[in-house]
């Protein structure tokens, strides 16, 4: 589980890091992006902790946090929680229905 946490935590310093070198524009056209990878960051610490079979995929993929935001752009229904999203992308991977 740590494995996991300290990665899923590099890269969202990394993602940071590298909105904090853009132009005020710059970060203003990515805000949307900012709030929902930090949803999605928090949420993805508190499923690891909650369920460790979580970490076992999430172990193995070269970009989680990139990964995650991806399948919550694509599937996210309008009154779901980021929460109940990356659940089902869980859920999915563990049937191997979702490819990571």
């Given amino acids: 589980m740590d494995r996991v946490l300290h990665k899923i935590g590099q890269e969202w310093e990394l993602f940071m890091t590298e ?3 853009m132009s005020k ?3 203003i056209s990515k805000s949307e992006e900012i709030t929902e990878k930090r949803k999605i ?4 610490k ?9 970490c076992r995929i999430l ?3 070269d970009f989680i946090l990139e990964g995650a935001y991806r399948f919550v ?6 009154q ?3 929460e109940h999203t990356l659940k089902n992308w ?3 991977m563990k049937k191997g229905i979702c490819s990571m």
């Fill in 19 to 21: 909105c904090n070198l």
């Fill in 25 to 27: 524009p710059g970060i």
């Fill in 41 to 44: 960051y928090q949420s993805l």
């Fill in 46 to 54: 508190q499923l690891c902790e909650t369920e460790p079979e979580c």
């Fill in 59 to 61: 172990v193995h993929m």
């Fill in 73 to 78: 752009q694509d599937q996210k229904r309008p």
């Fill in 80 to 82: 779901e929680t980021v």
């Fill in 90 to 92: 869980m859920d999915s």
